[in-house]
């Protein structure tokens, strides 16, 4: 988990998985109802963000703490953007696992439970709630037992050193396999780095803005005859901005 590796960067990686993963793993977002004139104009993009909200939905502040120090360790801030952090990806965890999503609830989540092959992928009984409720608390567990510390006080090098033996499931935890939790954390990340902000994370579409990804732009006429052209389009959230201002 170094800066600089063979191969593909973290920084790398995370640019290639934008096209499948600026979706993100959101749940469904709540609807409302719009009377009369709508308050915006299309293509602004300094709207009401859904990070707005204060406070932790599913996280404790401890437990917070904890996701946000992972978060910015697996996407450090750079040259090209800021770290998953600052982007907001522990806000779109904790949004996410309040949700359906939080507790596999349009999944089949009944017995029996074996374990699976790679190609049938997770057949964990554990729902994401729950992976994050033990995985952080088993975490907690080693570090202090290891160093001392949580892993929010480890230095980077050290961190570094966790989330790689994570990765290689080479830490046992308590209560949860150590590559799953891993790669639950990492899954998540990369879909709040690269979601819509609606949904918690890429702050001020912050992701969007370094790979050039215009949005949820509904209108490409202007622009579909311009082939092999950069074409600077300013990133539109689903919920809008500040060019939706109220007329009159």
């Not at 293509?43 to 437990?63: K, L, R, V």
């Not at 450090?76 to 952090?85: N, Q, R, T």
């Not at 902000?197 to 490409?220: E, L, Q, T």
Request: aromatic share 10%; hydrophobic share 40%.
């Amino acid at each position: 988990m170094t800066e600089q590796s063979k191969g593909l960067t973290r920084r790398q990686l995370l640019k290639t998985s934008a096209t499948t993963l600026a979706a993100g793993a959101a749940a469904s977002a709540q609807a409302a109802t719009v009377i009369g004139t709508p308050k915006w104009l299309p293509f602004d993009h300094n709207g009401p963000m859904h990070y707005d909200s204060p406070g932790w939905q599913f996280f404790t502040a401890e437990e917070a703490v904890e996701v946000e120090a992972i978060v910015e360790q697996l996407i450090p801030a750079d040259e090209l953007s800021v770290s998953g952090k600052d982007a907001g990806c522990a806000v779109f965890i904790d949004r996410q696992l309040v949700g359906d999503y939080g507790d596999f609830g349009r999944l089949y989540m009944e017995g029996p439970f074996t374990p699976g092959t790679p190609a049938q992928a997770d057949q964990s009984p554990l729902v994401p709630r729950e992976r994050y409720r033990i995985g952080l608390a088993a975490l907690s567990k080693y570090c202090q037992a290891t160093f001392q510390k949580n892993f929010s006080g480890l230095s980077g090098e050290q961190r570094d050193k966790v989330l790689t033996d994570l990765e290689k499931g080479a830490i046992s935890l308590e209560g949860i396999e150590a590559k799953a939790f891993f790669q639950q954390v990492l899954d998540n990340t990369m879909e709040g780095f690269f979601a819509d902000p609606i949904y918690g994370g890429n702050r001020d579409m912050v992701s969007w803005k370094m790979i050039g990804f215009p949005g949820a732009r509904y209108d490409y006429r202007d622009y579909i005859g311009l082939h092999n052209q950069k074409l600077n389009l300013t990133p539109i959230s689903i919920i809008g901005s500040s060019a939706w201002n109220k007329k009159g």
